[in-house]
Structures are given as structure tokens and as C-alpha cells.
């Protein structure tokens, strides 16, 4: 069965780069906009991979990290978090709420898909 | 990798051995058609196993090194150093593309085109010339090196969703890799945290990436775990002669990096010189003798007169015996710290018995030299041509079973040489190749050695067989038996359908002796047969004879042992069930077996259990179940001839004396069923 993966960013020409990578590549997507849109999809299904953006209006990256890292059947599902080279502080931040690895933007899908590799097969 | 795929690639090993095999002697013997015609025959099989299991780059090339020896055969080209160093070379390349996981596919082709550029300058006829490009393993080994990596996660890596084994897996996928792993830190149950991380790896790996691409892969866990970069040599040390062992992956046990360190060193060097042997000197033996010197240096051994191995055995079976005393002594004193000891006692008899019996044993192809020699010989004196194969030579058989089953071997080859295989004639008529086949092989199975010999030939026709059983009185003309029971009269004394006795075989000794032979080692022999297809004759035989695993077994209070190697299952059964059998058939588990109720066969009354367990022994292959009173256990026993008196029985292959000094006879199941079956049949 193909794995599903949650983009999750504000911005939606890269919610449509990401899904259409991700879905070229085999994969199932959801997209969500923000934190809070992103909470609805931890509803019991199975998502085998959240890729977040970290800078998102109603509810950030950060938080959303944390939420899912607290909510039961979700807490060990492998989180990426899209960032750019300037950000290490955030990174660190990231890291320590739990986020498994990271993406660096822009990014290539090539790179996209390297980065998705090290966390889910 | 699918499972045919792997057949093909152990058997393209096989054939690059006998491929180098070939070569060597090749060397030795420039002239030799029939040399050429093997290496023919070798690229042949590569080509076409290639071509059917998705190696078509082996295919291909095969094909240009099979165009060189064609011409060789035709006599059109004459067998030169550069050849035999192409064909050395290739075999090495071969294996390198049949073991390529995609991470070497650019040396591989570069690698290629500088053979190709050999053979062509060989088919061009362009031999004397100098070769120009430099020598392939150097450009192979550009920018491959071999790094060794230790990671070591911390307990808590998988509490962000990273999952451990698939960084291993991606750095696995860099190169070439070895990876070991220990499981040593895993806690008791009690402190076990499921998901936690308890193992941690060591790697060697071969890549032509850089350092900055192994840390590359952990880039996500740089916290969360310890990675060790260190690199070990600048070239790639898989497939070096003598790494393997310093390879094997021994949970817990670490990688000793400076014994691989010292060897790639030392190989290194070697390579070097006899590189710069060659470019030096032209047409010299020089690197030969290195090539020799590599081999020797390599393989270390020292030659032990056989007395002192027999007498390494002697004790060691007595060490056996004396620990089966120890191990009943402690279990009947229970007591904790002695069982402990004896145990781990127990553990290192085993391995040092294991040991010594590795002494001992020699590999098949030490008979396997004098069998080409027949081969070649016979086959030309009954005007025949005859492929002799051998494979899985290296198996190894204890000394003694050796000597025993060169002679039933020789009769079953001169069998297949005089009656299975068919004149050249026959055989282009019959749509065959005109040289018939013969292919001897031997491997492990289990606690066995089995060797199968295999003719091409005309196969055994039962109607035949049947006709002379009948014309000998050895059965009654209206005898209902099935294809393989009449094929397996050839067993019976004195029988032989040749149409005229000849030279080779057909002399009065026939398969009866060979099975005689065989049996008086522990082995049984096999036989199938299609008509028009071939016979193979299938010999199985003990590791070693002189200690058994085995199962002790009582009746009536007294110890039997049943080679463990025979049994297949064992059922408790009500003794009710077993008196109410008709004609000795039971029914287990819905599958009816015959069975013989030792009881009766010894003619033991008394006591009878209420449960008794019936042990489904192979017999040929069929199961059929022996009853004995109540089983004791796994048993070591070291086999003891039985005393002069007792020569005679034949169902008993011997006793051993067990730890608490009583005797036990051991049963040899394959005659208890054979003799009991005569018995029942006469009354």
C-alpha cells in the first residue's frame, strides 16, 4: 500500500510542488494549510509521514511538532520541518520539539525525496 | 533478488572456480584442446544462465571471450600469456558484474572496455604488441576506499520518528558493506522499553563516496546517536584474497580492524610489486611466482601425521563420554553451580569435537582427481566422448568414509561411462550432443554428505530390468511393481542387464556391492532414472562415523540410541491404539504409517506402557514409525564397535557407553525395517 504522507504549509504553490512530487513519486497526500487544519487529519488514519513548514499562521510548525508528538498513535510518526540554511536556531527548536529530520528550501524534488527516504521506506 | 537468480549465481561462482581451475592448469599445458574445450564449455554455461537471469552485460562479454577460445578450438589462434591474463582478468570481472549492486556499474563498464580492447587486439591477431592501457585493476580501483563506521544510537532515537535501520540501510546502499551487529546492551525483560534502542552497528564499507557522504546519512540523528568515521584503506577490499574471514559477522564480536588493516596492506604491496614486475620485464615468470606467493602466504597450514590426529580423536571421544558422566552427575545433584559448569563444559567439548572432526576431514576432491583420470581413460576405450564434471568438490568427508566410497564411486562411474552413456552415434540419433555428460556432485545436507553422480544417458528401462529380474528368478513374472521398484532391483545380488559382458563393467561385480559397500559406512544409496534422459545415482552419507548425535530411546528399561540424522518426528501414542493395529498401519494425524512395534519384534512381553512413542524414521522416502517405550532425550554418542560375537547382527551398527557406564546399543533404523520386513514376510 502506497504511504501517506501530510504536507502541511501556508503557502500553496509549495503544498502543490510537495503533493505533486510526492504523488509522482508513489506516494498518498494530504495537504493542510496550518496547524489547525493539519490537527483534523490525526483523526485515526494512518499517516506515515508529516512534512511542515515552520512559520505558518493560527498554529506554527513548532507547536504542531509538539501536538503531534503528544497525541496517542501519532507520537512516533517520522516529522520533517521545511526550513532554510539561515535558520539553525530554529532548527535546534524544532529538533527538541521532536521533529525526526529536515528539509532545506528551495529544494529540487530529487533532494525532496532523499530527505523522505532517510526517515520512511 | 529472486530465488533462481541466486541458484544461477552459486552456480556461476562454481563455474568461475572451475574456470580458474582450468586456467591454471591451461598455463601448465598450453596445447591442450580439451582444457580449451572446458573453458569453452565454462563461458558457455555463463553466457546462457546470464542471459536467462538478467545478466545480459555477462552475456555479452562472455560471448567475446567465448569468440576468442572459438577460435582457439578451430586452431586458428594459439594460447598466449595475455590470453590466459585476459581470461584471469575476466573471471575476476565476471564475478564483479554477477555481485554488482548498481554501486559499481561505472568501474565495471570502465574495467570493460579495456578488456574489450585486449581481446580485440588479440582477435585482430595484434598480439605482440605492448598493451598500452594501464592494468585494470588500478583504474578499478580510482576513487573506491573503504571506510569503517560505528554507530551507536542513543536509547531514545526512535522517540522523533527516526527509524535506525533505515540509515543503515542507506549507508549500505553507498558501496559495498559488511555490517555487524550487537545486541549485547539489550536489557533483561523486566528493563526492556520497547521502544528504546538497545543494538548498535559496526560497518566496513567499500565506496567511492567520501567521508562527508557517510555523515551525510546521519545528518538527522547527529544527536541522537555516536557515529565513528575511520577509513581503512584507499581501494576497495572486498573480494581480496584472505579478507573473508576477517568479514565474517560475529554478533558482538568487533571487526579487528588492524588484522584487516594489515592484510589490504600487505596485498597492497604485494600487487604493487608484481605490477611494476610486469612492466619491467616482459614475457617473465616473475609475476607468476608472486601470484604463487600471494596463494601460499595466504593459506597457512602445517601437515600433521595421522597418528597423532587419531589419537586427538581418541580422547576427544573419551572427553565426549566423560561428559556425558559429568552432565548426569550434576543433573542428579542439583545443584545450580555445578549444572553451570557442566554446561559450559559441555559447550566447549562440543566445539573442540567439532574442531577436531574438521581435522579430520578431507575435501571429495582428492577422489575427485582420480576420477578424471578414469574418466578420460575409459571413455576412450569404449570409443566414448565423455564430459566429466565435478561439482562441490570442496565438500569435505571424514578420512575414513573417503577411502570407503572411492571404489563404490569408480563402479558407478564406469557404470554410466560403459552402459549410461550411448556411443556418439546413438546419441545424435536420440537428438543429443554427441559427448555424453558426466557430472559428480556433492554437498551438506543436514548432518550428510550426499554425492550424485548424473549420466546423460540412455537411462534404465524397467520394462528391460524386468525382463531379466524375472529371466534370474529375482521376482515371480507376475509381479505387480511399480517403475522405481523395478529400477531398484539392480540392487539385488548378482544382477547385470548388459548385453554382453564388458571390459569395464559387467564383471560380476554389480550394484548389490556398491549399496553393500556404501551401507558398510552408514550410507544408503539412490538411484533414478528416466528412460532416454539419464540416471543419477544418489550416495548419502554420515559427516564422520565414529560419534552420533543421537536420541536415547528405552525399552523395556534398556537404552537404544537412534541416530538423531533419521528422525523425522516423534508421537506419543495409547498403547491401545497401537494393539488394535491391523496389518502394522496406524493412523497419525489423519496419514496412515506403517510401523514396527520394537516390543514385539524383540520379543519383550512384560510391562507395557500405557503411552508409548512412535518415532517416523526416513526410509528411502517413506516414513515409517518404530515404537519404543518412552523417550530420554538428545544424546553425543561415541560410536564403539560391537565385540566379534555380535559381527553377525546387522541391527545394531554398534553401542556406546553412556555417562552412567551402562551400555546402549545403537540401531541401525534402515535395517531394523529392512530385517523385519524379510522376518514378516516369511511367517
Not at chain 2, 78 to 99: G, P, Q, W, Y
Not at chain 2, 290 to 304: D, L, N, P, Q, T
Amino acid at each position: 500500500m502506497a504511504k501517506t504522507i501530510l504536507i502541511v504549509d501556508d503557502s500553496e504553490s509549495i503544498r502543490e510542488v510537495v503533493n505533486f512530487t510526492l504523488q509522482n513519486a508513489g506516494f498518498e497526500v494530504f495537504a493542510a494549510g496550518n496547524g489547525i487544519e493539519a490537527q483534523s487529519f490525526l483523526d485515526g488514519r494512518t499517516i506515515d509521514l508529516v512534512i511542515t513548514d515552520l512559520h505558518m499562521p493560527e498554529m506554527d510548525g513548532i507547536e504542531l511538532i509538539k501536538y503531534i508528538r503528544a497525541t496517542s498513535g501519532y507520537s512516533r510518526v517520522p516529522i520533517l520541518f521545511l526550513t532554510t540554511e539561515s535558520q539553525l536556531a530554529k532548527k535546534i527548536e524544532a529538533k527538541d520539539a521532536g521533529a525526526t529530520g529536515w528539509i532545506i528550501k528551495p529544494f529540487v524534488p530529487a533532494k525532496l525525496l532523499a530527505a523522505i527516504s532517510k526517515v520512511i521506506r | 533478488m529472486d530465488n533462481f537468480q541466486r541458484k544461477f549465481l552459486e552456480e556461476a561462482s562454481d563455474l568461475i572456480n572451475q574456470l580458474e581451475q582450468a586456467l591454471l592448469t591451461l598455463e601448465q599445458d598450453t596445447g591442450n584442446p580439451e582444457l580449451v574445450d572446458s573453458i569453452f564449455r565454462i563461458m558457455h554455461s555463463l553466457k546462457g544462465g546470464g542471459g536467462m537471469f538478467g545478466f545480459d552485460n555477462v552475456t555479452a562479454y562472455t560471448h567475446k571471450l567465448e569468440n576468442m577460445y572459438d577460435l582457439v578450438r578451430q586452431k586458428k589462434l594459439k594460447v598466449t600469456r595475455e590470453m590466459l591474463d585476459i581470461t584471469f582478468e575476466s573471471a575476476d570481472h565476471i564475478t564483479s558484474m554477477l555481485n554488482d549492486d548498481g554501486s559499481k556499474t561505472a568501474e565495471i563498464k570502465k574495467n570493460e572496455e579495456i578488456l574489450n580492447k585486449r581481446i580485440d587486439a588479440i582477435l585482430l591477431g595484434d598480439n605482440s604488441g605492448e598493451i598500452v592501457v594501464s592494468r585494470a585493476d588500478e583504474v578499478t580501483q580510482v576513487g573506491v576506499a573503504t571506510y569503517y563506521v560505528k554507530v551507536k544510537p542513543y536509547e531514545h532515537i526512535q522517540k522523533n520518528g527516526t527509524n535506525p535501520f533505515f540509515l543503515i540501510d542507506e549507508l549500505v546502499g553507498l558501496g559495498q558493506a559488511k555490517v555487524n551487529i550487537f545486541y549485547s546492551n539489550i536489557p533483561d525483560f523486566e528493563n526492556f522499553v520497547f521502544d528504546d534502542t538497545y543494538i548498535w552497528w559496526e560497518i566496513v564499507i567499500s565506496t567511492d563516496k567520501n567521508a562527508d557522504a557517510i555523515r551525510d546519512v546521519f545528518i538527522f540523528v547527529e544527536d541522537d546517536c555516536e557515529v565513528t568515521i575511520e577509513k581503512l584503506a584507499d581501494r576497495d577490499i572486498f573480494g581480496l584474497e584472505g579478507i573473508e574471514p576477517l568479514l565474517v559477522c560475529r554478533h558482538d564480536f568487533p571487526f579487528d580492524l588492524d588484522k584487516i588493516k594489515s592484510l589490504v596492506k600487505a596485498i597492497t604491496a604485494l600487487e604493487k610489486a608484481k605490477n611494476e614486475s610486469v612492466l619491467k620485464v616482459k614475457e617473465n615468470s616473475g609475476d607468476e611466482h608472486i601470484k604463487k606467493f600471494a596463494k601460499e602466504s595466504s593459506i597457512s597450514g602445517i601437515r600433521v601425521a595421522s597418528e597423532k590426529i587419531d589419537m586427538l580423536m581418541n580422547l576427544v571421544s573419551e572427553l565426549i563420554t566423560t561428559q556425558a558422566g559429568l552432565n548426569l552427575y550434576a543433573d542428579r545433584n542439583k545443584d545450580a553451580e555445578l549444572t553451570r559448569i557442566a554446561e559450559s563444559l559441555e559447550n566447549i567439548s562440543r566445539q573442540l569435537r567439532d574442531t577436531a572432526f574438521s581435522i579430520t576431514l578431507i575435501p571429495i576432491d582428492y577422489l575427485v582427481v582420480r576420477f578424471r583420470r578414469l574418466v578420460r581413460d575409459l571413455s576412450r576405450e569404449v570409443g566414448k566422448e565423455i564430459v566429466f564434471e565435478a561439482k562441490g568438490a570442496e565438500t569435505e568427508l571424514d578420512k575414513t568414509l573417503i577411502e570407503g566410497i572411492s571404489e563404490p564411486l569408480m563402479h558407478i562411474l564406469r557404470n554410466s561411462i560403459d552402459h549410461g552413456i550411448e556411443s556418439a552415434e546413438e546419441r545424435v540419433a536420440a537428438g543429443k550432443s554427441p559427448e555424453g555428460r558426466i557430472t559428480l556432485q556433492a554437498y551438506y545436507s543436514g548432518s550428510q554428505v550426499v554425492i550424485a553422480v548424473t549420466d546423460d544417458g540412455a537411462g534404465m528401462n524397467p520394462t528391460k530390468i524386468k525382463r531379466k529380474a524375472i529371466e534370474k528368478g529375482l521376482i515371480s513374472s507376475d509381479a505387480q511393481i511399480s517403475d522405481k521398484e523395478i529400477i531398484d532391483l539392480i540392487f539385488m545380488p548378482g544382477f547385470s542387464t548388459s548385453e554382453q559382458v564388458t571390459n569395464i563393467s559387467g564383471r560380476g561385480v554389480g550394484m548389490d556391492v556398491v549399496k553393500r559397500k556404501v551401507s558398510d559406512i552408514r550410507g544408503t544409496v539412490q538411484v533414478s532414472s528416466q528412460l532416454g534422459e539419464g540416471t543419477t545415482i544418489t550416495i548419502k552419507l554420515p559427516l564422520t562415523l565414529s560419534i552420533i548425535d543421537g536420541m536415547l530411546v528405552r525399552i523395556a528399561d534398556v537404552d537404544y540410541i537412534i541416530p538423531l540424522s533419521v528422525i523425522d518426528t516423534i508421537f506419543a501414542v495409547e498403547h491401545s491404539k497401537i494393539a488394535a493395529a491391523f496389518q502394522n498401519v496406524i493412523n497419525i494425524e489423519g496419514t496412515q504409517y506403517p510401523f514396527y512395534y520394537l516390543r514385539d519384534e524383540f520379543g519383550i512381553t512384560e510391562n507395557v506402557p500405557e503411552k508409548e512413542e512412535v518415532i517416523m524414521v526416513k526410509y528411502e522416502d517413506r516414513k515409517i514409525g518404530i515404537v519404543v517405550d518412552n523417550i530420554t532425550g538428545e544424546y553425543q554418542a561415541v560410536l564403539k564397535p560391537l565385540g566379534k560375537l555380535y559381527r553377525k547382527q546387522d541391527i545394531f551398527s554398534g553401542a556406546s557407553i553412556l555417562g552412567d557406564g551402562t551400555v546402549a546399543l545403537v540401531l541401525d533404523t534402515h535395517k531394523v525395517i529392512n530385517q523385519f520386513t524379510k522376518y514378516n514376510e516369511l511367517n
